[in-house]
């Protein structure tokens, strides 16, 4: 017997597609995208529509495990979830007595996206606890922390409306690798008429895609950003009427951008100035332009001040208003949920750790104070893969006075190292909602199978975890049906209740935003909002506040990045066959490094050849590949590789420092700085 199920990608993606599921006698045979989604469009990502092979895959985990070898050897025994939730109960306990609720850190992040599998009952249960709190830095936390700053995370363009828009620039994002449905949409601009632009240090589009690439060094975008500026400046064409209206802090931002002439920005970039002059007078000329940022220039020390100069750009000259005009990032602030009439007031006030310097915090020496981590907690997230300084990760996770716990769905790199292994259910098999942070939909996830062994779902692991340290929340009683029925209740789209059938049914929602200025038509009332027609900023004054107080004492500051004898810039973008390292046990086999040719005949290479490359904090062994894609200057790893893809168990954040900036404390993984050279076969 065959059917169909609908239902919604919970992915680490923009775009929330709509799936179709084909089920054969209880069994996953295709996934595909449903055709009368507005974005969906009845095609979807090759990494989805593969992901029912992670369901009978060997790596998958289908029963609670116990560690019985030495940390790292991968050597467990099986137990039954009253044992595995009993042994975690013990042993949380005795920490919570002896060293206080803060040596537990719960470490997860956007392994799933789905409203009931993080920051749900697992927050109540770890507040409960008195644990550490994680602070989520990897990603998203520099540009999250502006875009709220200036505008009060207002909803950006959506991608249907970028059609309209007559110059589209794409800066630090490649929407080919991790946001596909967003590419028919600037094909369609483009044959419009549009001036597109990509400002990013790899190539991913060719010449007949779009008009300009910019291939900034690595960490340069503040300058390009502010030398931009400084012209429109100098020229008169700022908007003057709509910043006195709308806006504050433009001083500090106008005497960064003195410093930086056309001239001396592309220097540092590595760019023509006449192709930075292009860019700027394209994005100024046209009406309606459109900018989308995307993260890829928030990941080094400059990445914060780099964005708010980005997204000070239409304020500057004035190009809200119309359809197809303003900037797109997130656009997860049109969904509101109210947890605390979910899940009931609850307070949890103990100290913050920030996730990107984990491998720090579970030093050897760390966990013998009082406030070092003794036990660790880690869902939705592969740190062993993701988190800067592996080896650092790697020897805190080898620590003997380390109980850790790892609630997964197949054994990752990270679960080797687990004294509990608990099995996870897929999104295939478990109820959720995904509020999209891309598309504007909000998608309903049910069951498509059976969940394979006894994986269980986020929800109903912490309800049982609760109701075992005696918390009586009642959020602690309940399954994950009741969640969902409880989270669709008090969902809130662009203000409206949703509709929780349809979310049942598997299906998307969408909002409905006011009429604001316009009446219809091109500024009026729809599905997609037009920034200050139909939405507006709700900062506390209404205003776009363009030096906002999280770009700290020094704002629009740069700071270049060099380290001596490593000449070459690492970057670590997303890959076309995971979800950051999601799917990694089956779609990534091989890890290689990529280098210009001129980088690689300097260095006597040819693409093939097994390679080192290293810096002072570690090494990875792969081999090379070599292509004009990647500006000279660069080296670039894709991240999220699993250990075994490589020659050595190292991968690209071997290679990434520990280091965070001032904006929201992100993570810095491009500042690595690397060196290349024949593998000789010795470490």
């Not at 050597?75 to 939730?85: K, L, N, Q, T």
């Not at 537990?104 to 109540?124: A, E, M, T």
């Not at 309209?164 to 044959?191: C, D, E, T």
């Not at 046990?585 to 097994?610: I, K, M, Q, W, Y």
Request: charged share 20%; with cysteine; proline share 6%.
């Amino acid at each position: 017997m065959t059917k169909v199920v609908p239902t919604t990608c919970p992915m680490d993606c923009p775009d929330t597609c709509a799936l179709e599921v084909e089920v054969a006698d209880g069994a996953v045979v295709a996934i595909g995208g449903a055709a009368d989604h507005p974005t969906t469009r009845g095609f979807i990502c090759s990494k989805v529509a593969r992901y029912h092979r992670r369901l009978d895959h060997p790596d998958r985990l289908l029963h609670p495990l116990r560690r019985t070898g030495a940390k790292g050897e991968g050597r467990f025994e099986r137990i039954s979830w009253d044992e595995a939730i009993g042994t975690i109960t013990e042993r949380f306990r005795d920490i919570r007595e002896r060293w206080g609720g803060e040596a537990i850190l719960p470490y997860h992040y956007g392994g799933s996206n789905g409203l009931l599998s993080d920051g749900f009952v697992d927050d109540l249960y770890f507040a409960r606890l008195g644990a550490s709190r994680i602070a989520k830095t990897l990603c998203a936390a520099p540009s999250g922390a502006v875009a709220t700053g200036m505008y009060g995370k207002m909803p950006g363009v959506a991608h249907e409306d970028f059609p309209a828009a007559r110059a589209v620039v794409v800066w630090g994002a490649n929407p080919k690798a991790s946001q596909i449905h967003l590419v028919p949409f600037l094909k369609q601009a483009r044959q419009n008429g549009a001036f597109v632009a990509v400002v990013d240090p790899q190539r991913h589009f060719s010449e007949r895609e779009v008009d300009l690439h910019l291939a900034v060094r690595p960490g340069t975008d503040l300058p390009v950003a502010l030398a931009m500026i400084e012209r429109w400046h100098q020229e008169g064409r700022f908007d003057q009427d709509f910043l006195a209206t709308h806006a504050d802090g433009l001083e500090p931002l106008l005497a960064r951008a003195a410093d930086w002439t056309l001239e001396r920005a592309a220097g540092e970039a590595g760019v023509e100035a006449s192709d930075v002059a292009r860019l700027a007078d394209a994005y100024a000329d046209a009406q309606p332009a459109l900018l989308r940022t995307g993260w890829g220039m928030e990941r080094n020390v400059n990445g914060g001040q780099a964005m708010a100069a980005l997204l000070a750009m239409p304020a500057l000259l004035g190009k809200f208003g119309v359809r197809g005009g303003g900037y797109t990032m997130s656009n997860s602030g049109a969904t509101k949920l109210d947890l605390s009439a979910v899940l009931g007031d609850f307070e949890w006030t103990s100290r913050v750790v920030n996730m990107t310097e984990l491998g720090n915090r579970l030093a050897p020496g760390n966990g013998n104070g009082d406030r070092g981590i003794r036990g660790l907690f880690v869902y939705n997230v592969n740190p062993l893969a993701t988190v800067p300084d592996q080896n650092a990760v790697r020897r805190g996770l080898a620590r003997e006075d380390l109980f850790t716990v790892v609630f997964e769905q197949v054994m990752t790199d990270t679960a080797l190292w687990a004294d509990v292994v608990l099995p996870a259910a897929t999104f295939l098999e478990q109820w959720e909602i995904k509020k999209s942070y891309g598309s504007y939909v909000l998608g309903g996830i049910r069951p498509a199978v059976e969940r394979c062994g006894e994986a269980r779902p986020n929800v109903e692991v912490f309800a049982a975890l609760g109701r075992a340290m005696g918390f009586d929340d009642e959020p602690f009683t309940w399954d994950e049906k009741a969640a969902f029925d409880r989270v669709a209740a008090h969902l809130r789209l662009a203000g409206e209740p949703v509709d929780a059938n349809r979310l049942e049914e598997g299906l998307w929602v969408r909002p409905h935003f006011g009429n604001g200025q316009g009446t219809g038509g091109a500024n009026g009332a729809g599905p997609t909002p037009i920034q200050f027609a139909t939405v507006f900023p709700p900062t506390a004054d209404g205003k776009i506040h363009l030096t906002p107080d999280c770009l700290g004492t020094e704002p629009f500051a740069y700071h270049p990045v060099a380290e001596p004898g490593f000449p070459l810039a690492l970057i670590s973008p997303g890959s076309h066959r995971m979800i950051t390292s999601t799917l990694g046990e089956f779609n990534f086999d091989r890890l290689t490094v990529t280098l210009h040719p001129d980088d690689a005949a300097a260095r006597r290479l040819e693409s093939g050849d097994p390679v080192r490359v290293w810096n002072e904090q570690g090494e990875v062994i792969c081999p090379l590949a070599v292509s004009d894609s990647v500006r000279p200057g660069v080296a670039m790893m894709p991240k999220g590789a699993w250990i075994r893809a490589s020659g050595n168990d190292a991968t690209s954040t071997a290679l990434t420092p520990a280091t965070t900036q001032v904006v929201g404390g992100g993570a810095c993984y491009n500042d690595a700085r690397v060196e290349v050279a024949r593998h000789d076969g010795t470490a």
